[in-house]
T-cell receptor
Framework: KAGVTQTPRYLIKTRGQQVTLSCSPI?????VSWYQQTPGQGLQFLFE???????NKGNFPGRFSGRQFSNSRSEMNVSTLELGDSALYLC???????????FGEGSRLTVL | TQLLEQSPQFLSIQEGENLTVYCNSS?????LQWYRQEPGEGPVLLVT?????EVKKLKRLTFQFGDARKDSSLHITAAQPGDTGLYLC?????????FGTGTRLLVSP
């Protein structure tokens, strides 16, 4: 079956712009989580969505937001981009809130 | 704040050698997971350990959870080039994982 699909895979933005990243979970998976991966900070939890509701949020500023749609697809948005937002953004889905996470290949964001 | 420190950060070995990666914390975790991430891909779950003192084997990989559930180790026997990758421990429950600092392993033929 198809895995977690993230789009776009690569993107370049400039400081001050905003970006929206998309994640399509594995069919039947209802929970979607987002993580940021950087060389300096490693993998850090951003947020978790289940049944269109944000259930957990990591320690990131309000510029980072997300949502989940009724078909479990999720988007995350970063506004007023900063150089430090350059990272690989990973989406993971699970069948429910206690199940194994399956990660997508990520969206690599470069902020110039 | 729960933190997971991994050591070593980098490991470069020859095919056939054995190695151990450590994951340590000052906090108690209800469970720990180990992931492997290859370039251009997301992390893939290798194993979950939930009981203090638990040992799990996955072919040439042996995972151990410390008795106090604050640390874990991953031992690879007779490493192969296909084992190359970034190894990450993680804890805190699948809803909000705390990832370790990572160990980058390179196995040369």
């Amino acid at each position: 079956k198809a895995g977690v699909t993230q789009t776009p895979r690569y993107l370049i933005k400039t400081r001050g712009q905003q970006v929206t990243l998309s994640c399509s979970p594995i069919s039947g998976h209802r929970s979607v989580s987002w993580y940021q991966q950087t060389p300096g900070q490693g993998l850090q939890f951003l947020f978790e969505y289940f049944s269109e509701t944000q259930r957990n949020k990591g320690n990131f500023p309000g510029r980072f937001s997300g949502r989940q749609f009724s078909n479990s697809r999720s988007e995350m948005n970063v506004s007023t981009l900063e150089l430090g937002d350059s990272a690989l953004y990973l989406c993971a889905s699970s069948i429910d809130r206690s199940g194994e996470l399956f990660f997508g290949e990520g969206s690599r964001l470069t902020v110039l | 704040t729960q933190l997971l420190e991994q050591s070593p950060q980098f490991l470069s070995i020859q095919e056939g050698e054995n190695l151990t990666v450590y994951c340590n914390s000052s906090s108690v975790f209800s469970s720990l997971q180990w992931y492997r991430q290859e370039p251009g891909e997301g992390p893939v779950l290798l194993v979950t350990v939930v009981t203090g003192g638990e040992v799990k084997k996955l072919k040439r990989l042996t995972f151990q959870f410390g008795d106090a559930r604050k640390d874990s180790s991953l031992h690879i026997t007779a490493a192969q080039p296909g084992d190359t990758g970034l190894y990450l421990c993680a804890g805190g429950g699948f809803q909000k994982l705390v990832f370790g600092t990572g160990t980058r392993l390179l196995v040369s033929p």
